[in-house]
């Protein structure tokens, strides 16, 4: 098949769906690729290696006109005019956003979101939440170790000893793991709050302190357990005493790193504006469920603002910030998945029957085939 890898257009968005090592390897798979120059800069794969590694470049019209195009975010309206019926769309697709679903479905496009792969030993190697996340985790530690005016590990010098950085990560996923490991590196004194029993092991298994919030009935173990690994909304009550234990641990912190997100519903407030008035003075929130309306309500989409003396860092893309690595590992994710939708002589075979396909695919021949 003929494959198109367009330059991303969002705003930001510094990350490419095709590294000259995977153009290598489709190429390899009897496809044929073409690269919108350009696509690739940002991320410091340079037009000269993709066609190197034996790709046509080409305009986005070329690219978005290809059989299946494969993408980071999802096309805007521009690019969908030029995406032909029938062809095929991977990329991260935003799975819950039912009008974006319903537009790239008008369009007659065969879309895969990523994103909504099942969390399943199979699926590992192209879980782009995972993969994604994870850069995420470490790249937040990084900017609130370059913005705190302090250092993070306890150092003891001629002039005096300086304590340890105290770090509080709240939510344990994938980014939060990552989090807490890299901090963990830098000498910072962890701990780490989260829903899931599960991530209590996990937590402390990096050398972190796991902040429990102990269950006082059934129903708020039961929901705790979340559904597919994923968390579930937990009620107000066990909210409410881990508001208190969050507020308490804040207030000795100083960083924090929030990454609590539900799938499909509204980042769950985990730091209130209170909780950030009692923090101290040149402490750091960085928030990555900002762009689900963030864990704190102070903290701003793609800015850093400072509220009560505490520095609040938005930024709602850290993957593409580190976008080398991000796309290299996006690109052999995007390269996995296109191995279960194509065979050994480059032409289309999407096993319908195969959950990770039946749960990916959003919408063909017009129809919107999943929405959450
Ligand atoms: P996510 O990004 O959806 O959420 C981040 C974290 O926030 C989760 O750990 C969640 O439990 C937590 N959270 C939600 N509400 C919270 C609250 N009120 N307080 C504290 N924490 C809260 O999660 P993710 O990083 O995508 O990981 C989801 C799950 O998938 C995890 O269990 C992870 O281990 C699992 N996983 C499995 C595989 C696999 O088996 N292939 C791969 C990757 C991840």
């Known amino acids: 098949m003929h494959i198109g890898i367009p330059r991303e257009c969002l705003s930001g968005e510094a990350r490419v769906a095709a590294t000259p090592e995977t153009v290598k390897k489709y190429l390899a798979n009897k496809h044929t690729v073409v690269v919108e120059q350009g696509a690739g800069i940002a991320a410091h794969y340079p037009d000269e ?38 062809a095929v769309l991977v990329g991260m697709l935003d799975p819950f956003d039912a009008a974006g679903i319903a537009a790239l479905a008008e369009t007659g496009v065969t879309a895969f979101a990523l994103e909504a792969a ?42 005096g000893t300086l304590k340890a950085a105290r770090v509080v990560v709240l939510g344990a996923g994938v980014a939060g793991l990552q989090a807490i490991a890299t901090a963990k590196r830098l000498g910072a004194v962890v701990e780490a709050s989260d829903v899931r029993p599960a991530a209590k092991e996990q937590i402390e298994s990096l050398g972190a302190k796991f902040i429990d919030v102990p269950f006082e009935t059934d129903e708020e173990r039961e929901i705790a357990q979340g559904i597919g ?23 000795q912190a100083d960083i924090v790193i929030s990454t609590a997100l539900i799938p499909g519903r509204p980042a769950p407030v985990l730091i209130s504006a209170e909780t950030v008035k009692g923090m101290k003075p040149g402490s750091v929130i960085v928030d990555l469920a900002v762009e689900r309306g963030g864990n704190c309500p102070l903290s701003e989409k793609d800015k850093v603002v400072e509220k009560h003396g505490v520095t609040l860092i938005g930024y709602s893309n850290l993957p593409a910030m580190v976008a080398t690595d991000a796309s290299a590992l996006y690109a052999r994710n995007v390269l996995d998945f296109m191995k279960l939708i194509t065979n050994a002589d480059g032409q289309l075979a999407i096993q319908q029957d195969d959950e990770i396909i039946t749960a990916c695919l959003m919408c063909a021949d017009g129809k919107v085939l999943r929405s959450a």
Do not use: F
């Open 118 to 159: 099942p969390r399943i030993t199979r699926a590992q190697s192209l879980d782009v939440l995972s993969s994604q996340a994870n850069l995420a985790g470490y790249k937040a530690v990084l900017l609130a170790a370059n913005q705190y005016g302090r250092l993070i590990p306890m150092m003891m010098t001629a002039a």
């Open 49 to 86: 290696a993709y066609a190197e590694a034996g790709a046509q470049l080409g305009d986005s019209t070329q690219a978005l006109a290809a059989d299946i195009v494969l993408k980071v975010r999802t096309p805007d309206a521009q690019e969908r005019q030029h995406i032909r019926r029938g």
């Open 229 to 251: 690994g994923y968390a579930r909304p937990m009620p107000a009550s066990w909210m409410a005493r881990q508001a208190l234990l969050v507020a308490e641990r804040c207030r």
